[in-house]
Nanobody
Framework: QVDLAESGGGLVQAGGSLRLSCAAS????????MGWFRQAPGKEREFVAG????????NYADSVKGRFTISRDNAKATVYLQMNSLKPEDTAVYYC?????????????????WGQGTQVTVSS
């Protein structure tokens, strides 16, 4: 499918912001819906945000709605996750995923391509 590489994770204090980036290569990026998922220690991987392949539809988990924003730049073959008002419970490894002609689904099995993940740690 498409190769994905996340970046932008790090350590921030509660209330701070980070912007994650996911750079795609190998396929036509504009044909893929994109999603962000995260996994904290001892927890299952969970959906964070998604954007459709045309970019006109976005979806967010209730836990991040109003704080996180997903966007895409097809010219740069990159999807972003702007994270504001970060909380300690946002601490996790964040993964980028791609689904051909996807609509930003919250269901992980819909995504065939995954990045390696980037660590986000929010301290209190």
């Amino acid at each position: 499918q498409v190769d994905l590489a996340e970046s932008g994770g790090g350590l921030v204090q509660a209330g701070g912001s980070l912007r994650l980036s996911c750079a795609a290569s190998g396929r036509t990026f504009g044909n893929y819906g994109m999603g962000w998922f995260r996994q904290a220690p001892g927890k299952e991987r969970e959906f964070v945000a998604g954007v459709s392949w045309k970019g006109g539809t976005t979806n967010y988990a209730d836990s991040v709605k109003g704080r996180f924003t997903i966007s895409r730049d097809n010219a740069k073959a990159t999807v972003y996750l702007q994270m504001n008002s970060l909380k300690p419970e946002d601490t996790a490894v964040y993964y980028c995923a791609a689904q051909y002609l996807g609509l930003g689904s919250p269901l992980a099995p819909h995504y065939a391509s995954w990045g390696q993940g980037t660590q986000v740690t929010v301290s209190s």
